[in-house]
Structure formats: C-alpha cells, structure tokens
C-alpha cells in the first residue's frame, strides 16, 4: 500500500463530506432533538417524599434539594413503622456506620423506581455531609477507595418479587449500555452507507475507472474506508460539543440526570468505577472499530457493483438484516444473558450489538477478549475481500454481478 495516496483519498473524502449539506443537516438536527427531548422532560418528575432516619453524629441535610422532600423521623423505628407513620412517602434513607465507624452506609427503601436525578442529589449530599465530618472534600472520598469509605445500597419496600428488577452491580449501567447499542447501530450504517453511494456515484460517473487506472484498488478500498471512520469520529466530537452548548446554554445543567432511557433499571444508581469505566469504553471503541470496518468494506462491495443491471437491494438487505434483527432481539431481552444473545456475540456480523449487550448483564473477560477477535479476523477479511473484488466490480459495468460471480472473481 502507498500511504501517501490513501492519504490524499483521506483527505479528499473527509473535506468532501464536511462541505457537504449532509453534514450540516447531522451536526444540527440530532443535538437539537436532544435538546428537545431534555426541555420536554426537564419538569416532567415531582419531588420524592423521602424519610430520612440518620444513625450517626454526621449533620446532614437535604435542605435546598428541589427534587427531594424530606421528612425527619424517629432512627430507632423500624422501617414499617416510619412508613406506617409517613403513609405518603415514596421512599426511606437510613445512614449508619459500620462497626469501627470507618464506613457509612446509606440505605435506600423505595416503593417505586426513581429517575437519576434522585439518586444523584442523594449520593452528592451524603458525600459532602460525610466529608465535612471527615474534615476532608468530597473528591478525596471519592477518589481515595470509595467502596471502602461509603456504601449506597437500594432496596424496594416491600421487597419486589421480579428477579429481573435485582441489584447487580451490572445492571447499573443498563442506561449507558443502550446508548452505547445505539450509537453504534448508528455509526455503522450511517458511515457504511456513505461509502456505499460514494462509491456508487464515482462509479456511475466513471470516475472510478480513471482511479484504477492511476491507482491500486487496496489503497483506494482502505482511503475510503478510513475517511468514513474518521468522519464518524468528528461527527461524535461535535454532537458531544453542540449537545454541551445546547444543555448549559438554554437549561438548568442539573436537571440533566433526569433525562435518562428508561430500562428495566433506569432508576439505578450511576456510578461506575474507574477501571469498570475504561473497560467499558475499551470494548465500545473496538466494537465500534470492527463493525464499522466490517460492514464499511461489505457496503463498499455493494457500491462497486451497482449498475442498472444488478439488484443491489437484495444484496443490501441480507447485509443490513442480522444487525437490524440483533438490535431488536437484544433490546427485547435486555439484561438477559441467554444462549440467542451469547451465540450472536460471537457471530461476527451481530457481536458489536450483542456484545455491548452483554456487557450490562455479566461477561467475564476472556468471553469479551475471544468475541473481539473473532470480530477483528473477520474484519481483516472482508477488507481484503472489498479491496480483490473492487476492480472487477467496476469493471463490470454493465455485466449482471451475483453471488456466484462474486465468487468466482475471488477465485482468481
């Protein structure tokens, strides 16, 4: 391969698309749809009536908290017994310390799911209270062993019988999981597609073959592919930033938590460790990686055989099904870590969705490594299978291409 050149494709197809009215119609449309969305369920939660019961010699007060009604009552009483007193409370907060009074645990009994915005208040006053009688700043808490300086327990009042409402520490993140799920459903067909028309177009245009003629069709393959990847990134960074400028601009930035998906455990709390947190991330990006790679070299195969003679939607639709298919499996049963949803993490074609699905309901580490490789084998292959086929497929311009033609070319 000869970078300079797929660096000029590069550079060729980021500064096309970035002039283009598609861009401009992305970047603006999608933040405003999410300021939209926050402005229609910004007032949308009333105030929690919530007990508080406090065990300790630590001040703490909710006092300023606008989401949080609070009702002191008697700490001796049982937790019957303060909702029997209390019959309009929502939920109940008990602190206490641990044994040596090195750790205070924060118990929440709830009768009904909560926003996040609830818990966030809750968790910021208890730690601001906790690091006033410390004597040390909420950070330092935070950063300096968390599990070992606090605990934030919730519990539903009564106890709720569906095992599927439970307090695993995965299904935490159920809400990040789904937005992680749809951003790369998102990215990978978004970006697969503009190199299909792309592609498409210059072929339709012959400019495609004025290209091979100068250039080898691996570098202008591998051009195009990293351009589009590229450009999803950039469209990431400025949604990330527009969305920021919309929220702080024209909203009160803490009612943000309260604009959340709403999952089977869209009131847990979010709080995720900082090793959890990169982990997560790590596997996003290369679920991210390798299925846009993956389906970006499938699409550009579909690209390069279009003609008024070939059925390109036939090919486009067995493409585009398993993912769709998978999206709609995994959101069905989410948080449920069955053999459908452990068989499609490892299919390569379905495990960037499935994967990530898996990840809010408890996989163990070398499950996510072998998953990923799978995924990344299968990547380099359908690269190398777009790049051998790109020629012919061009070539034949007005030649009737099927899946047994595709074959025989990459035969030879």
Same mark, same amino acid.
């Given at each position: ?40 369920n ?49 939920a ?57 300086s606090?605990?934030f ?43 299909m ?16 003629s100068?250039?080898?069709?691996k ?7 990293? &351009?589009?990847? *590229? #450009?999803?990134?950039?469209? +990431? @960074? ?9 929220? !702080? /601009? ?17 009131d ?102 072998? &998953?990923?490789? *799978? #995924?990344?084998?299968?990547? +380099? @292959? ?9 020629? !012919? /497929? ?19």
């Open positions: 391969m000869k970078f300079n050149v797929i660096q000029r494709i590069i550079k060729f197809e980021v500064v096309r698309y970035l002039k283009s009215r598609t861009f401009l119609y992305c970047s603006l449309l999608f933040p405003i749809f999410v300021g939209f969305l926050f402005f229609v910004a007032d949308q939660h009333q105030p929690v009536s919530l007990i508080v019961q406090n065990n300790t010699e630590i001040a703490f007060s909710l006092d300023g908290c606008d989401n949080i009604i609070p009702i002191v009552t008697d700490s001796k009483m049982s937790v019957d017994e303060a909702f029997a007193s209390n019959d309009n409370s929502q109940l907060l008990q602190l206490s310390f641990a044994s040596n009074k090195k750790k205070l645990n924060a118990t929440i009994y709830k009768k009904q799911k909560f926003p996040l915005e609830f818990y966030s208040t809750l968790r910021e006053q208890i730690i601001k209270a906790y690091g006033d009688y410390l004597h040390e700043d909420s950070l330092s808490i935070m950063m300096n062993d968390a599990e070992s606090y605990s327990e919730q519990k539903f009042y009564p106890e709720n019988p569906d095992p599927e409402i439970g307090q695993s520490s995965a299904s935490k993140y159920a809400d990040l999981t789904m937005a992680a799920i749809m951003l790369i459903y998102f990215i990978v067909f978004q970006f697969s597609n503009n190199i028309k792309s592609i498409s177009i210059e072929k339709q245009n012959k400019i495609s073959e004025i290209l091979l100068s250039v080898h069709p570098n202008i393959v591998f051009g195009k592919i990293i &351009s589009g990847y *590229i #450009l999803a990134l950039i469209q +990431i @960074v400025v949604w990330g930033m527009l969305i920021y400028f919309i929220i !702080n /601009t024209f909203f009160d930035v803490s009612k943000l938590a309260s604009l959340s998906i709403q999952s089977s455990n869209s847990a709390v979010p709080l995720m460790p900082a090793n959890e947190l990169l982990s997560f991330f790590f596997v996003f990006l290369m679920c991210v990686t390798g299925g846009y790679f993956m389906y970006s070299s499938l699409f550009a195969i579909i690209g390069s055989i279009s003609n008024e003679n070939t059925d390109t939607q036939k090919f486009s639709f067995i493409l585009t099904m398993p993912l769709i298919i998978t999206l709609v499996y995994v959101t069905q049963h989410f948080q449920s870590n069955n053999s459908v949803v452990i068989f499609l993490s490892y299919f390569p074609i379905t495990s960037p969705i499935a994967l990530m699905a898996r990840m809010v309901s408890g996989i163990s580490t070398w499950e996510i490594l072998l &998953s990923l490789l *799978i #995924l990344f084998i299968s990547m +380099i @292959v359908c690269v190398r299978l777009s790049s051998s086929l790109y020629r !012919n /497929t061009i070539i034949a311009d007005k030649e009737k291409i099927t899946i047994k033609k595709l074959l025989v070319w990459l035969r030879q």
